[in-house]
């Protein structure tokens, strides 16, 4: 299973970026799709994350800020982040746990995709 993310860049803060990530490979199905952020000398923390039914839930620093979503059919999970802030910058990665055509569980991750807000 693979995953591949795109949208990271530069951007001030108060703008918008929209991350995207797209599952590929010997996937029966998934079940949770996810963003997880990683800054400089920091741990990578959970940032948002979302279930094949929909239900959401977002780290305390995104909440109201960020949207996470997700198409079942495209394997494709999103973060629309708005007012960003310096705090942001971090490299954003996506992550996706599922059962694999084998029936093997499989929990993957995608390369990272960086993102900065300039203040």
């Known amino acids: 299973v693979q995953l591949q993310a795109f949208g990271g860049g530069l951007v001030q803060a108060g703008g918008s970026l929209r991350l995207s990530c797209a599952a590929s490979?010997?996937?029966?199905?998934?079940?949770?799709m996810a963003w997880y952020c990683q800054a400089p000398g920091k741990q990578r923390e959970l940032v948002a994350r979302i279930t094949s039914g929909g239900t959401t839930n977002y780290a305390d620093s995104v909440k109201g800020r960020f949207t996470i979503s997700r198409d079942n059919a495209k394997m494709t999970v999103y973060l629309q982040m708005n007012s960003l802030k310096p705090e942001d910058t971090a490299v954003y990665y996506c992550?996706?746990?599922?059962?694999?055509?084998?029936?093997?569980?499989?929990?993957?991750w995608g390369q990272g995709t960086q993102v900065t807000v300039s203040s």
């Open positions: 490979g010997s996937i029966f199905s998934i079940n949770t």
């Open positions: 992550n996706a746990e599922g059962l694999a055509e084998d029936w093997r569980k499989f929990a993957s």
